[in-house]
């Protein structure tokens, strides 16, 4: 089994508000298709979520009555995107399954600490796709919290152990730093000698959800696990398919010994 998860950065037009990638969502929907593995999709929310939930203040949990407008906006919107994609891929002929992360996840302090798996687990025997997205979700101390689809990897990483975890942006990889900022080089591999330095390269992204330190905070729990992660560009056409026969061009980030 292979977890992917799909950046808002590459399945939305992060400068277009509610603008998806339909390009971008239609090959992805493709590549999984033509891999005929198994595989959980877990997506961002990219323009359909970031720009309410900076508006309304919703990364800091509760603070006052106006978010809730904010609350509901996000997640209405969230849930289009999340209808967009499936349909992709239903019309490429698959047989994709939302789990709600509102509906199955409770964090505290923005960590999860709950979640309800049987559906999961059941929609996976039946040889359903199932299909996540970075949402709200309540919280035990901040009352809600936005879930990121990062931290949605690093929990299913820990609770199925796949054999391989994708990662997709609008970016070849990981860098020495943010590439549509600075001159920076592309970091092919990743290892235990050199992962410790990848924290100083996360540039602020400004999203509501951790940004890339969130990312690479996540990818860190996933790589602790013996489990390799590949970084690479949804944007590019073919990256998927074949990062998931591995043939990876991005960053591959995995322990010398696997
Ligand atoms: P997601 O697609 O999951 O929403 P983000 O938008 O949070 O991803 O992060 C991807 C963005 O992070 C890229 O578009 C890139 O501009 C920026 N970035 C900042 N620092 C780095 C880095 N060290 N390596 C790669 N990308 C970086
Ligand atoms: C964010 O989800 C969810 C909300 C903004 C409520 P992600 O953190 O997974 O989204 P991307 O991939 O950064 O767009």
Redesign the pocket.
């Known amino acids: 089994m292979i977890i992917i ?7 939305t037009k ?1 400068s277009e508000d509610f603008t998806p990638n339909m390009e971008v969502i239609s090959n992805i929907a493709k590549e999984i298709k033509n891999a005929g593995r198994v595989v959980i999709l877990v997506h ?1 929310a ?1 323009s359909f979520g970031h720009p309410i939930a900076k508006k309304y203040s919703l990364g800091k949990g509760y603070v006052d009555e106006f978010q809730l407008k904010g609350f509901s906006e996000t997640r209405s919107s969230i849930s289009e995107l999340d209808t967009i994609i499936l349909k992709a891929l239903m019309q490429n002929g698959l047989t994709p399954v939302k789990i709600g992360t509102f509906s199955n996840f409770i964090t505290s302090n923005g960590r999860i600490v709950e979640f309800h798996k049987e559906p999961l687990l059941r929609a996976i025997e039946l040889g359903l796709l199932p299909v996540f997205t970075g949402d709200l979700v309540f919280d035990k101390s901040r009352v809600f919290s936005i879930l ?3 931290q949605i990897v690093s929990y299913l990483s820990k609770l199925l152990k796949p054999s391989r975890v994708i ?5 070849d ?9 600075e001159k ?1 080089k592309l970091i092919k591999e990743v290892s235990e000698e050199n992962i410790d330095e ?1 924290f100083k ?5 400004g ?1 509501a ?1 951790g ?2 330190e ?2 690479f905070s996540e990818i860190f729990s996933i790589f602790d696990l013996g489990i390799e992660i590949d ?1 690479i560009n949804l944007t590019e056409k073919d990256n998927l398919s074949n990062a998931l026969q591995g043939k990876v061009k991005g960053t591959v980030i995995k322990k010398k010994n696997i």
């Open positions: 998860k799909a950046g808002g950065s590459a399945i992060k961002g990219g990121s689809g990062d990662f997709g942006t609008d970016v990889g990981i860098y020495t730093g943010d590439p549509k900022k920076v990848i390269f996360a540039k602020s992204t999203d959800s940004g890339m969130g990312k970084v």
